[in-house]
């Protein structure tokens, strides 16, 4: 007991010390200030702000689309969409988009996601493109979109999407032949304009109705407060490791060090079978990704990619792709369903893009396949 009071001695002198307290209060002083800078931010309202922001609808008819808006209302507290899809263009649609009034572009720099409260009728997904200027304006001058997909309910709900969920759209990356590992994060200082919209959906010439009561831009600083907590608590270890052994060089303590080699433990199958099976049992939702099957099955999406690519030789879009296009070929046999509804039900977003996949991999398109088999 004696000996134990004699080794924490030092330890208590040195937290006591102003070799020790100096630094610390610095640090204290310092990350205090950066979290009470990042909790003072205020949201970026966009609705309702009439005076700042304007907001219009917009259908398929510029595509030789003839969807109808049957009613639209803008108020000091709502935006109700009242619309109908129809079919004479092969991906019929609706929305919104929220422009600045007296300024180029929405500076949105300090915030990490878009907030927005919504309710739908008839509707349980919609979309959100964020659009910034032109990837290489002296090569094109089309506006590089980024889109997310959000799923809602016929209650009014508040939701929020994190910049990194916005991805360039499939029908974006065909057009500009951008690989997947190509796209890059919306440029949240120079946003042109926030379009918010019907998704593809295969139910048509029926009355919908989207109402939203807020949308803004928000930060979320969960991951930033957790790495300064980190980042605090190893500072202190570290500023006390060098008080220690400033204060404690001329008196050497012996150390007793037990030297061993740990067991080896492998649970590389278990996380092989369990990434596939995730796969496989949820490839019909279009939203999946390998962050996502990452996060719910407690691994890395450079492990997934490793075992999809040792196991089947190709990376996991196409492997995803395979698994949809052997779904679609099945229901193309044994089904009357269209080729719309089959598209959505094995996870793509849009017909267009479905109908490229699956000729990419059989050689034929839906309707032939439908028509001739294998």
């Keep these: 007991m004696k000996e134990q009071l004699k080794m924490s001695n030092p330890a208590l002198q040195i937290i006591k010390s102003t070799l020790f307290i100096a630094p610390v209060a610095f640090l204290t002083f310092l990350l205090a200030s950066v979290v009470v800078y990042f909790m003072q931010i205020d949201d970026l309202v966009l609705f309702p702000n009439t005076t700042t922001y304007s907001y219009n609808y917009y259908t398929d008819g510029a595509n030789g689309g003839n969807s109808e808006m049957l009613n639209y209302k803008v108020s000091d507290s709502l935006i109700h969409l009242k619309f109908q899809l129809n079919d004479a263009f092969y991906s019929p649609y609706v929305g919104l988009v929220l422009s600045p ?21 008839n509707m349980d997904r919609i979309g959100i493109s964020l659009y ?34 916005f991805q360039f759209p499939d029908w974006w990356t065909d057009l500009h032949q951008l690989n997947d590992n190509e796209n890059e994060l919306p440029d949240l200082q120079n946003l042109l304009h926030i379009n918010i919209g019907s998704a593809f959906t295969p139910q048509i010439n029926k009355a919908k109705t989207i109402e939203i009561y807020q949308i803004a831009f928000t930060r979320n600083n969960q991951h930033l407060f957790v790495l300064l907590g980190s980042i605090y608590l190893g500072l202190l270890v570290l500023i006390f490791g060098i008080s220690y052994l400033s204060k404690k060089q001329d008196d050497k303590k012996s150390e007793v060090i037990v030297s061993y080699q740990s067991l080896e433990t492998s649970d590389g199958d278990a996380i092989h079978e369990k990434c596939l099976q995730f796969i496989n049992a949820n490839y019909h939702q279009s939203d999946l990704t390998l962050e996502r099957i990452a996060e719910q099955t407690a691994t890395t999406p450079r492990k997934i990619t490793q075992i999809i690519n040792d196991e089947f030789n190709c990376n996991f879009k196409t492997y995803l792709n395979r698994i949809r296009i052997t779904e679609a070929k099945r229901l193309l046999k044994n089904t009357n369903l269209n080729m719309g509804e089959i598209a959505f039900k094995v996870g793509f977003n849009s017909q267009s893009h479905f109908n490229r996949v699956f000729k990419s991999e059989t050689l034929k398109s839906p309707s032939k396949y439908r028509e001739i088999g294998d």
């Design 101 to 121: 009034n007296n300024q180029k572009a929405i500076n949105a720099a300090k915030y990490n996601q878009l907030s927005i409260s919504v309710r739908g009728e």
């Design 132 to 165: 910034t200027p032109p990837l290489n304006p002296e090569q094109n001058s089309d506006e590089t979109p980024h889109h997310a997909f959000l799923n809602i309910t016929e209650t009014k709900t508040n939701y929020t999407i994190a910049a990194s969920e």
